[in-house]
């Protein structure tokens, strides 16, 4: 039995249609689902970033404004903004694009977004139900992990998954997801302080890196069999038009071989986390509605 290539992109695609169908009947009952996204200055990878998306919320018939600031607009600006789009029942989803400039909290600036059109999943109020196992928005890249590896059927009860990585939008809230009904996995979560990394992963039925490391994870670092799902996503330098390409945290063409399943990078956890935004949207919008979701 071979390795199995996990398409996400296929898997993207496919969770779109399904996302644009229920977007146009909630559209027959005036409702149009819309995420408003804030971006402060002109960073090119931003603003590409969001290009890219806009395209694709529009495919399935959802709104995604942009509001931008200056580069050198002050903390104050941008929290009036968010304020004013709490308010607005035409916005069901708030995004604010990271990084910040300087002389503005990323803490104080996520808080200030009302829970309930917190898409992202990251307000304290939401990460502490979702660690608490309420219905709550999970993280995007969090929520494509989870769908792949139901997709896929990839059994995780009883199974060790090692996580590498602890950020609160990847890391943290599969640890506790995964080690919750109806998961039920024994979860270790790794960090750059972790000893004996090498040995945990040959421990991992199921192996998650998203440490940002380029070909980290080696051969020797896998058990024969497990799945593995490559978070990361790393600029190496390579001889195109571009001067780069892109690659994950594994040494996907020595570790592929040994694994029973395999997430490739790109085409992989990377499209269903523009894809699962959507959801969260349209998830935001029946809820604000009063509709089942």
Same mark, same amino acid.
């Given at each position: ?83 004013? &789009?709490?308010? +607005?029942?035409? %916005?069901?989803? $708030? ?8 002389? !503005?909290?990323? /803490? ?93 992963? &040959?421990?991992? +039925?199921?192996? %998650?890196?998203? $440490? ?8 020797? !670092?896998?058990? /024969? ?69």
């Amino acid at each position: 039995m071979g390795t199995k290539i996990i398409d996400g992109f296929s898997y993207a695609a496919e969770l779109r249609t399904e996302l644009k169908n229920k977007v146009s009947e909630l559209k027959a009952q005036g409702i149009t689902p819309a995420l408003a996204t804030i971006l402060v200055g002109n960073d090119p990878a931003s603003l590409s970033y969001i290009s890219s998306r806009h395209k694709v919320f529009q495919e399935t018939g959802m709104a995604d404004k942009l509001y931008t600031l200056s580069a050198t607009a002050t903390e104050e600006e941008l929290l009036s903004l968010i304020y004013s &789009l709490n308010d +607005d029942a035409a %916005i069901h989803g $708030i995004l604010v694009q990271f990084p910040l400039p300087s002389q !503005m909290r990323r /803490e104080t600036i996520i808080q200030a977004i009302k829970p309930d059109k917190d898409v992202d999943g990251f307000h304290p109020l939401n990460c502490g139900k979702l660690f608490l196992g309420y219905p709550v928005y999970i993280p995007c890249t969090a929520h494509g992990v989870l769908y792949l590896l139901e997709k896929e059927e990839i059994k995780t009860e009883g199974a060790q998954v090692v996580i590498l990585g602890r950020t609160g939008f990847v890391g943290k809230p599969l640890s506790a997801l995964l080690s919750e009904k109806p998961y039920n996995a024994t979860v270790t979560l790794c960090h750059s302080k972790t000893r004996d990394l090498p040995k945990l992963c &040959l421990q991992a +039925d199921i192996l %998650i890196t998203a $440490i940002g490391k380029p070909h980290y994870i080696t051969a020797d !670092m896998v058990k /024969e069999g497990a799945v593995v799902i490559d978070i990361g996503i790393n600029r190496v330098p390579a001889e195109n038009a571009k001067g780069y390409k892109i690659t994950g945290d594994v040494d996907f063409e020595n570790v592929a071989p040994k694994t029973s399943a395999i997430t490739p990078v790109p085409r992989g956890v990377g499209p269903m986390t523009v894809t699962m935004l959507l959801s969260n949207t349209l998830q935001a919008a029946c809820r604000q509605h009063g509709l089942s979701e």
